[in-house]
């Protein structure tokens, strides 16, 4: 119990201070924003017209994933870079439960996102949300964010063991968005990435969102979503572990 | 000339110093390929246009993002760096200064476009004529170059604006779908067009279609001539800008205000 309000308070805590940042703001709306406009503009000039909430979905996926990797690949160097990394470091609890809501508050803000994808997609285009599931759509849009915030403290991990996390950050972004199937079906990509796409949270969360909004069995791929997202967690548990041990043997904890 | 290109190349080692042989490679390189990927899997899976469509307008937009962001860089990142009031204090020409900042980016932008272009080639096995590289290296360089500018001009803003990567950010996205890289200009809305027209790359975008759908260079001189004329439009008012701008930081005292 105790555990779940230092991941809730810390959820709450990092979402509101992201939330006042105007750059990541307008950045996750007005880019999702660009794209869902571009997705719609692809479907009516492709097979597919009648399918128009998957693009107002579909970006909306991109554009969480976008703010977790992004948000997660920087998440130590902000903390650096704020000077409560140290404080973070000394509390009572497993580090990887500090940094844990700073991920999931990175997915979270992604829901603007979301938010604002079906917003524009229903005022101008007149994308009406008319899910299949309405009721499982918001229990997988949560277990969506959740996986993902998961997946991001083993990226928030690794990365701090790399210089240049920015730079694989943005190598991460197109890919994640191709291998899970937030835009383009996993069928029309060649047989060998599905195993990359299999083992991937993101592959997971993105179905059951679909799933919930197009039809499907959400159940399952939500199940499978939280069960891979949990394994990025305890490997980023020990990841993050190692790291602060090394960091505090090394005296390099505040340099960034 | 030396202040243009000299002044150009060592104000991009200085500002672009925090950049690493494995940033670049990541970055500027394999980001770009996964791009081209994903809009071809799209466009295969919607059947909207085939991979050729893809491949040119990806290797295109791949300069894009390059030369846009570096072309704010160049003026935001002076002031970052606490730098810009010492190139304001220069008795050269402010205007030869910044534009010549533009280029090395521009070069950047060339051989990115270049390799995104080749490695598409081979990954989805497209047929280029060996006629048209010329053709087609001509022509990225025209989008690199007014992509630039128009990066110039977004920096420039960032002379009066705090956010300036967030329009720039933005304007990436838009140049993404307006520009006919990703999604077919026949298939926008006129107004949409319109805008794209005034955009860098849609002209360019074209003409590099043409060209590698076996297009010889003198059929597709007007579209690249287009392209040119807008890069020079936005060097144009990146340099008034620039000059209000500088005037107006001076009247308000509020040139390194971050």
């Known amino acids: 119990m105790r555990v779940l309000r230092l991941i809730g308070i810390g959820t709450l805590m990092h979402f509101k201070t992201m939330s006042r940042g105007l750059f990541e703001i307008a950045t996750g709306l007005i ?88 917003g524009w997609g229903w005022l101008l285009f007149g994308i009406v ?46 890919p994640i968005w191709l291998l899970s199937g937030m835009l383009v079906p996993l069928t029309v990509l060649p047989d060998w990435t599905n195993p990359f796409a299999a083992i991937l949270p993101t592959t997971w969360g993105a179905r059951a969102v679909h799933e919930a909004a197009s039809g499907g069995a959400v159940w399952p791929s939500v199940a499978a979503c939280l069960a891979i997202s949990a394994a990025c967690f305890a490997a980023g548990a020990l990841m993050m572990s190692y790291v602060e041990r090394r960091a505090r043997a090394s005296a390099t904890l505040a340099l960034s | 000339m030396r202040l243009i290109f000299v002044g150009g190349a060592i104000a991009y080692r200085a500002l672009f110093n925090w950049t690493t042989p494995s ?61 810009l009031s010492n190139v304001l204090l220069s008795p050269r020409s402010r205007t030869l200064i910044f534009l010549g900042r533009a280029l090395p980016y521009a070069g950047n932008g060339l051989l990115v476009a270049t390799f995104t272009l080749v490695v598409g080639k081979f990954l989805l096995n497209m047929s280029v004529p060996g006629t048209a590289w010329f053709g087609l290296i001509l022509t990225l360089a025209a989008a690199s170059l007014s992509a630039a500018f128009f990066g110039l001009v977004l920096g420039s803003i960032g002379l009066r604006f705090r956010d300036v990567w967030l329009i720039s950010n933005s304007m990436v996205a838009v140049m993404i779908l307006l520009s006919g890289t990703t999604v077919p200009r026949e298939n926008l809305p006129a107004a949409l067009r319109a805008i794209g027209d005034f955009l860098p790359l849609t002209h360019a975008a074209a003409a590099a279609r043409e060209l590698a759908g076996g297009e010889t260079l003198a059929n597709v001189l007007p579209g690249l001539g287009l392209e040119v004329a807008i890069g020079a439009g936005y060097a144009i008012i990146a340099a008034v800008l620039l000059k209000i701008f500088e005037y107006e930081s001076r009247r308000t005292a509020s040139l390194d205000t971050l």
């Open chain 2, 23 to 83: 940033m670049f490679i990541g970055t500027l390189l394999v980001g770009p390929v996964f791009q081209l990927l994903f809009f071809a899997y799209l466009g295969r899976q919607l059947g909207v246009a085939n991979d050729g469509f893809y491949i040119v307008g990806n290797a295109v937009l791949a300069a894009s993002a390059l030369c846009l962001f570096g072309g704010t860089m160049a003026v935001s990142n002076e002031r970052r760096y606490s730098t």
């Open chain 1, 129 to 174: 949300p008319d899910f299949s599931h309405p009721l499982l759509f918001l229990v997988a849009v949560p277990a969506c964010v959740i996986g993902l915030g998961m997946f991001g403290l083993l990226l928030a991990s690794t990365f701090v063991l790399m210089r240049n996390a920015n730079a694989v950050c943005n190598t991460l972004e197109y």
């Open chain 1, 31 to 118: 880019v999702p924003i660009i794209q869902a406009t571009m997705a719609v503009y692809l479907l009516r000039a492709g097979d597919e017209p009648q399918n128009m909430v998957k693009a107002a979905v579909g970006a909306g996926l991109m554009g969480i994933w976008s703010s977790v990797i992004f948000g997660s690949g920087g998440a130590i160097q902000r903390q650096r870079w704020q000077g409560t990394l140290e404080m973070m470091v000394i509390a009572p609890r497993p580090l990887a439960l500090s940094v844990l809501p700073v991920t999931i508050a990175t997915g979270l803000q992604g829901l603007y996102t979301m938010a604002a994808t079906l």
